[in-house]
T-cell receptor
């Protein structure tokens, strides 16, 4: 049981480039989330999904897009990378069956230069 | 809107000493409360949770936390800290009505002195 898997682990982008951060979970959780974590700060919710085909904005959605075509996958897209998007990104999943405990991936460390 | 405050950014304790990490929350109803731990370069892992019932909850690695409704607090404790407990600790309040979203505090970094 792999849990929540994020790829890549590290990435360096140039300003204006685009990329997709991948997230997949094998626990059949209906809820999935994307967070960013800046140094010395907690987690800020970017987007979340309550099931396949349903997504919604979190606290800090600007500059990002998501899709949820399957229960397992929840990719995060950066269209025009900016230095302000340098951060560590975490994907998480949960379900009402687990009491909304969130299970996290190991993170993607992104630098935009 | 729900919120979480962790007043201590950084705490240093000696190995074998007791530990208490503070957490205060704001939430309109009975909250779901969580403590997560993050080791360097890793994602967050659940230590313990409170949903209802007994206000003293036990978690993994010898941690416990006490829910005090009157103080809007959910402090994390451990009687004797081990060097391997050095990590960042996050308190979170969960919204039990809306997609299971959680709001996280800014974290407390624990350093353990030998």
């Amino acid at each position: 049981n792999a849990g929540v898997t994020q790829t890549p682990k590290f990435r360096i982008l140039k300003i204006g480039q685009s990329m997709t951060l991948q997230c997949t979970q094998d626990m059949n959780h209906n809820y999935m989330y994307w967070y960013r974590q800046d140094p010395g700060m907690g987690l800020k919710l970017i987007y979340y999904s309550v099931g396949a085909g349903i997504t919604d904005k979190g606290e800090v959605p600007n500059g990002y897009n998501v899709s949820r075509s399957t229960t397992e996958d929840f990719p995060l897209r950066l269209e025009l990378a900016a230095p302000s998007q340098t951060s560590v990104y975490f994907c998480a999943s949960s379900s009402t069956g687990t009491g909304n405990i969130q299970y996290f991936g190991a993170g993607t460390r992104l630098s935009v230069l | 809107a729900q919120s979480v405050t962790q007043p201590d950014i950084h705490i240093t304790v000696s190995e074998g000493a007791s530990l208490e990490l503070r957490c205060n929350y704001s939430y309109g109803a009975t909250p779901y409360l969580f403590w997560y731990v993050q080791s360097p370069g890793q994602g967050l892992q659940l230590l313990l949770k409170y949903f209802s019932g007994d206000t003293l909850v036990q978690g993994i690695k010898g941690f416990e936390a006490e829910f005090k409704r009157s103080q809007s607090s959910f402090n994390l404790r451990k009687p004797s800290v081990h060097w391997s407990d050095a990590a960042e600790y996050f308190c979170a309040v969960g919204d039990n009505t809306n997609a299971g979203k959680s709001t996280f505090g800014d974290g407390t970094t624990l350093t353990v002195k030998p």
